[in-house]
């Protein structure tokens, strides 16, 4: 098993959409991350009715991995709903300034 097969795997186990209130809609969007040294981390979208709130699944595996390594890094990325990506797709803005900031290496950091 290749591993974007093994991300698509552990993604998919997440895959439950569920109403966690009457106003909060969950796991309906998954995702992996595998950071850099090749451990995978899952994570789901929170979406509310508010709409400013909501916490894409491609932020939340970032965020599984940051809290259960320090690591920063992202190797590689896959988020999708119901079915595998056959043609690819991107991580909307918040992602992917969020996965941009993350990622830059904490020692040229000035305060």
């Known amino acids: 098993m290749d591993k974007w097969e093994e991300m698509y795997n552990k993604a998919k186990k997440e895959y439950h959409r569920e109403y966690v209130s009457p106003f909060i809609l969950a796991h309906h969007v998954v995702a992996a991350v ?6 995978i981390f899952t994570g789901f979208c929170i ?5 400013v709130m909501n916490l894409c699944a491609e ?3 970032a965020l ?10 992202i190797k590689k ?3 999708f709903r119901d079915n595998p990506p056959h043609n690819g797709g991107m991580p909307c803005g918040a992602c992917r300034e969020f ?8 020692r040229t950091w000035k305060y």
Do not use: F
């Open 34 to 39: 595998e950071s850099e040294d090749g451990k």
């Open 64 to 73: 599984n991995m940051y809290i259960n390594t320090g690591k920063t890094k």
């Open 99 to 106: 996965l941009m900031q993350l990622n830059r290496n904490k």
């Open 77 to 79: 990325l896959i988020a």
């Open 47 to 51: 979406e509310s009715a508010s709409g």
């Open 59 to 61: 932020r939340v595996a």
